[in-house]
Each structure stands twice: as C-alpha cells, then as structure tokens.
C-alpha cells in the first residue's frame, strides 16, 4: 500500500471500521514507515482531545474563544469581520494584557 492509500485508511483505522485484512496491511505499513506511523499518531493525538474538550465551553476574549471567532470566520463566508483580523486582535490583546495604563 502507498502512503496516500494509508493517509486515506487512517481515520477507519482509528474507528476500527477495517476489514481484518485489510487492517493487517495498513498496520504493518504504519510499522515500516516512520511518516505514516506519525501521522497516524497525531490523528489519535487530535481525536483524543477533540472527544476530551467536546463539552467545553469558550468564553469570548479568552485564546480558545479567539479560536472559535476566528473558525468560525472562516467557516462562515458571510463573516462580520475577516479572520486575519480576528488573528491580529488576539496577539495584539496578549501583548498588551501585562501593561498597564
């Protein structure tokens, strides 16, 4: 199998969707081939926090809610304001939360 077949099979790995041999293949590609097994591990990676963090809650001005803005910015074609702006107001916000006036 190459590694596009692999990068493709990845996600029913991780959901055990897999026929048996088909599953047998992709794990012993993923154990011969460093960038595969990579990849296949920052998918568990995401997956295990985006299933931890589903609940959360995100709070305007706060970095997970710039994130949220700024997604759903781009998402959303019809955007109040354009994500690099978004972006712009979450770094210049850090800079200039230890200064006082």
Known sequence: MTCQQIDELLS???????A???RADVEAHLY????CAASYHALKRTVRFVRANAGTRLQPG????????F???LMDES???APEQILIRGI???RNEGRSL
């Open 79 to 81: 955007g109040a304001e």
């Open 92 to 94: 210049t916000g850090r």
């Open 71 to 73: 997604t759903r910015a």
């Open 12 to 18: 029913d790995l991780l959901d055990d969707e897999l």
């Open 32 to 35: 011969s081939c460093e960038a």
């Open 20 to 22: 048996d041999g088909v």
């Open 62 to 69: 706060t970095p997970g809610g710039a994130y949220q803005e």
